[in-house]
């Protein structure tokens, strides 16, 4: 399986850098092949909604002329796709986000009998670290996240929320295995 990591932190070191590395370990012990995109070294820009992308749906359209169109155009050539944050104000940081709204251009039709996407039946997960609880601060961008499979038709195969961090070097055996766990959710 190919599978594509999507990393939205601005620290190259930080705690969501650490736990996709032993994700991308585990997938890679166990035969898949992974590619790992650091987002805050991309020029992207926001979706203008100008709607271009959906003229036509066999491809992606979007006109905005930075790295996202090739980010996408990885996503849709892989068979799964980790979306990975720290927590910022109860979402997902600015990098993923923009990659986020830009997948606007990989679906038409939505509500419609003629619904149709790129990434249709693609495996995604959901990786989000932050200093405080799940409860009343991760659980909205979970909830966000969620609704993200109606309109790409994906399926939601792991997610994971690391609270408490505090300092990346005393990441632990725990976290390790919990990063173990999303990666083998992710393929199963």
């Known amino acids: 399986m190919k599978v594509l990591c999507l990393q939205g932190s601005a620290r190259k070191n930080g705690h969501t850098a650490k736990m996709i590395e032993w ?16 987002l805050n070294d991309k ?3 926001g979706c203008m909604a100008c709607m271009k992308c959906k003229e ?6 979007c006109v905005i002329k930075d790295d996202i169109p090739a980010i996408l155009e990885q996503m849709v050539a892989s068979d799964a796709v980790v979306f990975a944050s720290p927590l910022y104000f109860w979402g997902p940081s600015a990098q993923l986000k923009t ?12 509500h419609m009998p003629t619904h149709a996407s790129l990434i249709k039946d693609q495996r995604h997960g959901f990786l989000v670290t932050g200093g405080g609880p799940y409860e009343n601060n991760a659980a909205e961008t979970f909830t966000a996240f969620s609704r993200m499979k109606k309109p790409h038709l994906t399926n939601h195969t792991a997610t994971l929320f690391l609270g408490g961090c505090k300092n990346p070097d005393n990441l632990g055996e725990e976290a390790k295995q919990q990063a173990v766990e999303f990666a083998r959710e992710l393929v199963k």
């Open 23 to 38: 994700v991308e370990e585990e997938l890679k012990e166990m035969g898949h092949e992974v590619e790992s995109i650091y």
């Open 43 to 45: 020029e992207m820009k």
């Open 56 to 61: 036509k749906p066999e491809e992606i359209g």
């Open 99 to 110: 990659v986020i709204d830009r997948t606007y251009s990989l679906y038409v039709d939505y």
